[in-house]
């Protein structure tokens, strides 16, 4: 064990050190803890948004949802690459080592429960939509965190074991599947239909009926989502039963499976061997700059050829194939998510009004726009030696993304308005201000290019990122704040049409300003 | 023809590049050598365009960011250069539409077979191992028939006869007057057509030699060693 507390004890020593010799780091995590210390004191601070507290049980079968993506999503890549504690150092220097592969089981444990934790912290930035429409304490708070740790960790554990026993057995690997899904379709069909139910045909009532029938033992008894709800649940409302259960269900699930695991089949190393290497591949292309792509499984190739373009233009109409091969409908996965996401926060934010829900959208949205096309295309040498000016081709490489950011605003502001009620013209409004923004945060990454082009720290790019965007988007604010309320009777939509008025001119000025970044920038392979 | 002129790259406090000038005349392939993390790379990314720095490169006369110097540049990647979502013979299609040719398909035909690449036309940059990836880097380069050609080790990842066909390239390069640079950790991968090499080491040229000398002189790998193992004063 001396070699591996060695290990733990300087992996944990030199990253500190790393983190105390990084400036940029450093920034960002005193950026992080601000936010994070604003957020709760803020929260505390200001009277809750909603006089009276909507149902816990809503946000129970919220974090329900959320534990059964994390945990389906994680676990079912036992059935494909497995799942893995280990880097691909662990990999090549340890397990070669004559340590005992029990303790090196002990070992990615620790580590794996420490990732899971540090990614649960980020949930605390959640807390004040949480409080002000629940109205929940902090304790309740730590155990939806502590719920959503737990969850990651046994999903990989169980990715993991899945591997373990089911790797050379395709047999078993097909049952395997079919069962998760039964279980899946036969959870969604019992919610659906008791939500139905209940509700008597009211669709004003199914949002409360479903959350109601996510509340009951069926739902509470699916594997780890389940019970950590059910435990969520019986802490937040007192009940001891459910906690007790739900929190033992989870620990005799997890030592079952290490058990397990250990037992009858010791050999785990050539199982978690296949997971490292994906995501060793997905760590260097992150080094690289070159963030994986979402992309369908199986890629239609469709019509070939780029068909038109010629000189710069080459670039769109090379954008528009690769486009149509990495969507699933009218988008790519990530899109699609986002998508949904915002959608379905619109049924539940219906009350609390359009602007609150365009502010979390547009969050989402930065994330949306730095994954462009066109940002990738910035890792490439093509876009720097095609010979054609560098505005022409800043304007082209962006082209597609502009397009997709108008189709975008259109699919989301379209449901979302009629969910919320706000009529053609608040509609149209909203969608000018989602396109404002949009255009705004890829303005704001030409100008990160321009002015850090050749920092080649990737955490201090970014932490100069979010400040600008930050600084570039507050007089959109204060004009959209300005507009609506120097205009008797104006409805919030006019509020967020306001902050169009600032984002397009000042995104076009960025555009014209650094309409030489392809000349000046260097090929970014941070 | 191109030139480099006193180029120095740094990374905040660290010299990659220390003023550095050079020139490859037409028909002649320079190579550079030296150990990992001498400079190579990135002097090759300064003058491909890729890099800021200071000092000036030109390309047949031209500032290097010029458009017509771009017109004449190729440039081969250390790194595989692949779209994921487009087919081989797409990136053909892209270049081409890129540098506004035209009659390009019987060159694409041509540079494909050559690499065996030819019955790969159909799959995307992303099912394509990285050697494969390699070669279509190296003809998305050459499609546009370059007059400077800069290869950033170009053999990494290449299978035997890719190699074989890839020096007899840069020998018909030269023939046809391209000015060609190679950067390279194997020594004997060019031995048999280089013209002048030069050694680097800590971001500097360590030494230059011409490949006309008298026999007594000291072979390429001689020099490499005597500069690159020398005993720290």
Redesign the interface.
């Known amino acids: 064990m001396k070699a591996l507390t060695y290990l733990l004890s300087r992996i944990i020593k030199n990253s500190l050190r790393e983190f105390v010799k990084n400036p940029g780091k450093i920034v960002l995590a005193l950026i992080i803890l601000f936010g994070l210390a604003m957020t709760v004191l803020s929260t505390f601070s200001a009277p809750p948004l909603l006089e009276e507290a909507r149902d816990v049980k809503e946000l129970i079968a919220i974090a329900m949802l959320l534990y059964l993506f994390i945990f389906l999503s994680g676990a079912l890549r036992g059935l494909s690459s497995g799942g893995t504690f280990y880097s691909m150092a662990d990999v090549n220097l340890l397990f070669s080592t004559p340590v005992s592969q029990n303790k090196i089981l002990v070992y990615g444990l620790i580590k794996q429960a420490g990732v899971s934790l540090f990614v649960g912290l980020l949930l605390i930035f959640q807390y004040p939509n949480i409080r002000n429409f629940y109205g929940l304490g902090p304790v309740g708070m730590i155990v939806l965190l502590i719920g959503y740790c737990v969850t990651m960790f046994c999903a990989q554990l169980t990715a993991m074991a899945i591997y373990s026993f089911t790797s050379s057995n395709d047999k078993a690997r097909k049952v395997l599947r079919a069962v998760i899904y039964i279980m899946v379709a036969a959870e969604v069909l019992y919610v659906g239909i008791s939500a139905y139910t209940a509700a008597q045909g009211e669709p004003a009532q199914l949002l409360t009926a479903g959350a109601a029938a996510v509340n009951t033992l069926p739902v509470y008894l699916f594997p780890i989502a389940g019970w950590l709800t059910a435990a969520a649940y019986g802490v937040i409302s007192g009940a001891l039963v459910p906690a007790v259960l739900g929190c033992t269900a989870v620990v005799l699930f997890s030592v079952g499976l290490v058990a397990a695991v250990v037992r009858h089949h010791s050999d785990f190393y050539e199982d978690v061997l296949k997971a490292t290497e994906v995501s060793f591949s997905a760590i260097t292309a992150k080094k690289?700059g070159t963030v994986a792509?979402a992309?369908p499984k199986n890629?239609k190739?469709g019509k070939?050829?780029?068909g038109k373009?010629?000189?710069?233009s080459?670039?769109y109409?090379?954008h528009l194939?690769?486009e149509r091969?990495?969507r699933i409908f009218l988008f790519d996965m990530n899109s699609l998510i986002f998508i949904v996401v915002i959608i379905a926060l619109s049924v539940f934010m219906r009350k609390a009004g359009i602007i609150t829900l365009f502010i979390s959208a547009t969050y989402m949205q930065i994330f949306s726009v730095a994954l462009g096309r066109w940002a990738r295309e910035l890792l490439?040498?093509?876009v720097?030696?095609?010979?054609?000016?560098p505005f022409r081709k800043l304007l082209m490489i962006s082209l597609e993304n502009i397009r997709k950011i108008v189709l975008e605003a259109v699919v989301i502001f379209i449901p979302v308005g009629l969910i919320m009620g706000l009529g053609p013209v608040g509609i149209l409004f909203v969608i000018i201000g989602r396109i404002g923004y949009g255009i705004l945060f890829m303005a704001g990454n030409f100008m990160i290019e321009r002015l850090f082009?050749?920092v080649?720290s990737k955490v201090l790019v970014m932490t100069f990122y979010f400040i600008a965007l930050f600084l570039i988007a507050i007089p959109g604010i204060v004009v959209g704040v300005l507009i609506s309320s120097l205009l008797p009777n104006a409805s919030e939509s006019v509020a967020v049409l306001g902050t169009a008025v600032w984002n397009i001119p000042v995104s076009l000025l960025i555009a014209f300003l650094c309409r030489n970044i392809l000349?000046?920038a260097?090929?970014n392979n941070r | 023809m191109f030139e480099v002129s006193h180029v120095t790259k740094r990374?905040?406090k660290f010299t990659a590049n220390n003023d550095i000038s050079f020139r490859v005349d037409d028909g002649q392939i320079a190579v550079l050598l030296g150990p990992n993390g001498a400079g190579k790379s990135t002097i090759i990314?300064c003058i491909?365009?890729?890099?800021?720095f200071e000092g000036a490169v030109n390309v047949c006369g031209y500032p290097n960011?010029s458009?017509?110097a771009?017109?004449i540049?190729g440039?081969i990647?250390e790194?595989p250069?692949v779209?994921?979502?487009?087919?081989v013979?797409?990136h053909m299609?892209?270049?081409a539409?890129?540098?506004?040719m035209d009659g390009w398909e019987q060159d694409a035909e041509r540079l494909l077979a050559r690499f065996e690449l030819d019955d790969k036309r159909?799959k995307?940059g992303?099912e394509l191992s990285k050697g494969m990836q390699q070669k279509v880097s190296i003809c998305?380069a050459l499609l546009h028939k370059p007059r400077v050609a800069i290869f950033d080790e170009p053999m990494v990842g290449l299978d035997p006869h890719a190699i074989k066909e890839l020096k007899d390239i840069f020998t018909e390069l030269k023939n046809d007057g391209v000015s060609v640079l190679i950067s390279t950790h194997m020594l004997d991968s060019v031995e048999d057509f280089w013209d002048v090499a030069h050694i680097m080491m800590n971001g500097s040229f360590a030494a230059t030699k011409y490949n006309h000398v008298s026999s007594d002189e000291a072979s390429l790998e001689e020099l490499f060693f005597s500069i690159t193992e020398a005993p720290k004063a």
């Open positions: 690289e792509e992309l890629i190739l070939q050829g780029l373009g010629q000189g710069a080459a670039f109409y090379k194939v690769e091969r990495s490439l040498p093509y720097y030696l095609v010979p054609q000016s082009g050749s080649s000349n000046y260097e090929m | 990374y905040g990314k491909a365009g890729l890099l800021r960011k458009l017509e771009k017109r540049l440039y990647p790194m250069a779209y994921d979502l487009l087919t013979w797409e299609e892209f270049i539409r890129a540098y506004e159909q995307l992303k998305c």
